[in-house]
């Protein structure tokens, strides 16, 4: 053997070394929080089937998709302000909204896609004013936010107090049309999917891909981390927040169409809170609210586990006011999991 | 070097705040493959001058040709693209994210699905290869590293960005020896292939060991523009500070050493006093009149006892004894009202309160031993300002100004004006001379020996052991979070002994 191929097999030695240093599979410290709502929302899951034998059927599984859908699509457009250390106060009212304002068009014979899309305008537009303020107006997030969701609200009880019922035959409730996957002899046992769901599915991929796959996404860590040094490092700081809001008030959007097709109707109170079960889903799944850490899929199993608190709470025969002293409790332990684990990060 | 076409010609650049004249018609040339030193005091105009350079600043006249093409900068992105970049003294990077991330942010390898990580961190790793850094690993989080190493980084991340002009804002005040080297060594490598860099620096040592050439300013104005191999150090303080340096720098040289009294008491005398994780149980007396120095490396627990002795962190072992009474001194209320004060190494984070006026920050710590309910009389209040403001000669002198607005140096005497205020007995100093220029620096030590004089106790730490040395009638010698070594400091003392002590001595055997 000469020395010119002796060398480049020292060299792999070298190299497999260097990776056997790693080991194969390396948990990020980052990760634990998401991890553990994994290991939470199993648990739960897990205890329910024992308790009651339903949680794993089919059609459990099924109908907590087909119901949360929109809680879903919320956590996701909550996930990206809260990346930045930011938050979104207005999407539950950009819910009521648009909901209001599409059962009012259908009911008046509106072609049922325009209704969609006049929707989604109407999100964009609260995202956008958001955006503008917040960027050009140096307002805080939560400030911004706080004036576009009374805006949203007001305007919605303008529009109509009285719970509005879609119109019979209006081409809108395909959302919501459910398609059985597995048939099942036993009716609950049916695994069926609806079109929410896949929007639903669809937004969170999105979501991925605009987090991992973008520059933008990148940005947004970036942001998170450190608004400033973001600036420094001549990162498209002012388009980003733009970016960011806008998406998360068109996703409020989306989910207003995906629940109002769900449920067939629509009433100005609807979504009252629902900002703060996103925030809810958002801080379970791991996602650090000054910013700068957290997955969208954490945020899509903090949903999953927020959504499981009301049926096992009311499986338990507690009382449904209790509920939201469970969800209180589920983010105490998880902000103090989080503490726990930066305080390890940073030892280190 | 100088037939070169320069890369980056400033002229006549003119800044204006409202009121002031914070530059005033100054020349800056930078040449390719050279180390320019910007070089003056404290409010000379660097800072300045680095953000009108940066975009940060709008310039009110005068005119940058970048390449032989005028530029104006509408903000940082604008002086980038024009390849300008920049590395602060806190660096700029996010720590949330990796270190290649940190490299590439922005500038991510991108393929049809999106950002490929691969790719990415595969260019990031040469980036940091070319600057000698390839034993990090491009995944692990930023966070990881030490501050060193993320400047390091920092600089790789401009040599994505292609720069031909590199600004480094005081890359070395919190680093210590080597890693220094390390950074110099990565700046040669970064000169010698080409780009023009701008270094500021408080430190002459490093100034004479690196630059090529001083550009000086002092008070807004640009005085001279030298060679730094023909520019002696006597003549280029004298161009900063606009008078004769010598007798500033030898403060504190012919200082008569404190001679002990017998049966003298202690004000503060401590046994066995530490905090786990943080530092080793020590033992420490100190004497009225007496300036202690705590020297040792970054990290070797010298601010960690002072801390421990002001009760901002809460000792878990020891006793402390305060005039020969028992204490427990486990939070900074107690110590001021005990006559402690602890002026922090952190001056931006745990000092000043920037949006407060110079009077304000003078006064919140006496008024926060009186109590809420007893205000300090407006007329007191006055003179109090005034006399501190006078004594330590706080530029400018309008209490009514923000401290963010006033320079580092000035900063640093407002934060000794607040301690002094609540007439302490015993004054600790961390690193009350980090990062701010030579005259603010020699008036803080006059300070120190001053106040030493009228028989207060004096804790002095830095990191820079030409002062403890120069300053100090003991010498507490810290490394490793353990008191090594106690040093009377007399003529055969010096900064050899020290560092000699530091390498001698083994702790590991004693290791809690």
Redesign the interface.
């Known amino acids: 053997m000469t020395s010119a191929t002796a060398n480049p097999a020292t060299r792999n030695n070298l190299k497999t070394k260097a990776q056997t240093k ?1 080991p194969a599979f390396k948990i990020n410290t ?1 990760m634990i929080p998401t991890i553990a709502a994994v290991v939470i929302f199993i648990c739960m899951i897990i205890m329910g089937q024992a308790l009651f034998g339903t949680y794993t059927s089919l059609g459990f599984i099924s109908s907590l998709f087909i119901d949360h859908a929109y809680l879903i699509i919320l956590a996701v457009a909550m996930t990206l302000p809260v990346l930045t250390g930011g938050i979104d106060l207005s999407i539950g009212a950009i819910v009521a909204i648009c909901g209001v304002v599409g059962m009012t068009l259908l009911n008046q014979g509106v072609n049922s896609w325009l209704v969609i899309v006049i929707m989604l305008l109407i999100g964009l537009a609260f995202g956008a004013i958001a955006g503008t303020l917040i960027e050009e107006f140096n307002m805080q997030p939560f400030i911004a936010t706080l004036s576009t969701m009374f805006l949203a609200r007001g305007i919605a009880a303008m529009i109509s107090t009285d719970s509005l019922i879609a119109p019979e035959n209006n081409n809108y409730g395909w959302i919501a049309t459910t398609i059985k996957i597995i048939d099942n002899p036993k009716i609950k046992n049916d695994l069926s999917i609806n079109a929410g769901v896949i929007i639903a599915a669809i937004v969170v991929a999105g979501g991925y ?1 605009l987090l ?4 933008t996404g ?2 947004i ?2 942001i ?3 608004r ?9 700081v002012k388009r980003t927040q733009r970016i960011i809001y806008l998406t998360s008030g068109t996703l409020a959007a989306l989910a207003a169409i995906v629940y109002t097709a769900n449920i067939g109707s629509a009433k100005n109170t609807v979504g009252v809170g629902w900002e703060l079960d996103a925030v809810a889903s958002v801080v379970i799944g791991g996602t650090i609210v000054t910013g ?2 957290g997955y969208v899929l954490g945020s899509v199993i903090g949903a999953l586990v927020r959504s499981t608190i009301d049926p096992l709470t009311s499986d338990f025969g507690v009382p449904s006011e209790w509920t939201t002293i469970v969800v209180g409790l589920m983010i105490l332990i998880f902000v103090v999991l989080q503490r726990a684990v930066t305080a390890v ?2 030892k ?1 | 070097m100088t037939d070169n076409q320069p890369i980056v010609v400033m002229k006549g650049i003119t800044i204006e705040f409202p009121g002031v004249k914070a530059l005033d018609g100054v020349d800056l040339t930078l040449y390719p493959g050279e180390v320019h030193a910007l070089m003056g005091e404290n409010g000379a105009g660097k800072s300045t001058m680095i953000k009108a350079l940066t975009g940060v600043y709008k310039i009110n006249a005068g005119t940058i040709l970048v390449e032989g093409r005028p530029q104006t900068f509408n903000g ?2 604008d002086a ?2 024009a390849g300008i970049a ?1 590395v ?1 003294q806190e660096v ?6 990796s270190i290649g ?1 940190n490299v590439m ?2 500038h ?1 390898v ?1 393929g049809p ?3 490929n990580w691969k790719k990415t961190h595969e260019e990031a790793r040469k980036y940091l290869a070319q600057m000698g850094l390839d034993h990090l ?1 491009s995944h692990a ?1 930023l ?2 590293i030490s501050i060193a190493m993320q400047q390091l980084v920092a600089i790789a ?1 401009a040599m994505v ?1 292609d720069a031909k002009v590199l600004i480094l804002d005081e890359p070395t005040s919190s680093l210590d020896a080597n890693e220094v080297q390390d950074l110099f060594k990565i700046m040669r490598k970064v000169r010698d292939s080409g780009v023009a860099i701008l270094f500021v620096s408080h430190f002459l040592d490093q100034i004479y060991e690196i630059t090529d050439r001083l550009t000086i300013l002092r008070n807004g104005k640009f005085i001279k523009e030298v060679m730094t191999r023909d520019t002696p150090r006597d003549e280029l303080i004298g161009m900063m500070i606009g008078k004769s340096a010598a007798e500033l720098s030898q403060i504190g040289a012919k200082k008569e050493r404190r001679a002990a009294k017998t049966g003298e008491k202690p004000i503060v005398s401590v046994k066995g006093l530490g905090k786990k994780g943080d530092i080793n149980p020590a033992d420490l007396d100190i004497y009225s009149g007496e300036v202690v120095g705590f020297a040792g490396l970054l990290g070797s627990g010298r601010t960690e006892l002072g801390r421990l002795l002001y009760g901002a962190d809460k000792p878990d072992s020891g006793t402390y004894e305060l005039n020969g009474k028992q204490v427990a001194i486990g939070d900074p209320y107690t110590a001021l009202k005990n006559k402690i004060a602890y002026s922090t190494e952190n001056r931006r984070d745990e000092g000043i309160i920037g949006d407060l006026t110079v009077r304000e920050n003078i006064l919140i710590a006496l008024q926060a031993t009186r109590g809420m309910f007893k205000p300090i009389p407006k007329k007191e209040a006055d003179e109090i300002v005034d006399k501190y403001m006078k004594e330590l000669n706080v530029r400018p002198a309008d209490p009514n100004k923000l401290i963010k607005n006033l320079s580092g140096g000035n900063q640093q005497k407002v934060l000794i004006a607040r301690w002094l205020a609540t007439h302490p007995e015993l004054l600790i100093l961390d690193e009350p001379t980090r990062g701010i220029d030579i005259g603010a620096k020699a008036e803080i030590q006059q300070v120190v020996l001053d106040l030493a004089a009228e028989g207060m106790g004096v804790v002095f730490i830095s990191s820079e052991l030409e002062e403890v040395v120069r300053l100090s009638d003991d010498i507490e010698v810290m490394k490793d979070r353990h008191k090594i070594a106690e040093i009377d400091n007399d003529d055969t003392v010096s900064q050899q002994t020290i560092v000699e002590t530091i390498a001698n001595t083994n702790v590991n055997g004693k290791e809690a």
């Not at chain 1, 991992?212 to 520059?215: A, G, L, N, P, V």
């Not at chain 1, 400033?228 to 498209?236: H, K």
């Not at chain 2, 700029?92 to 994210?97: D, P, Q, V």
């Open positions: 790693k980052q891909i991992h796959k973008t520059r990148r940005t860590y970036a998170g981390g450190s400033s040094s973001a600036e420094l490092m001549g990162l498209p700068g850490f990060g940073k280190e | 940082t992105l980038q693209n920049t602060y700029n990077l996010c720590t949330n994210l991330e942010l922005g991510e991108r699905l999106g950002i690993d989080p966070s990881s991340r960005i």
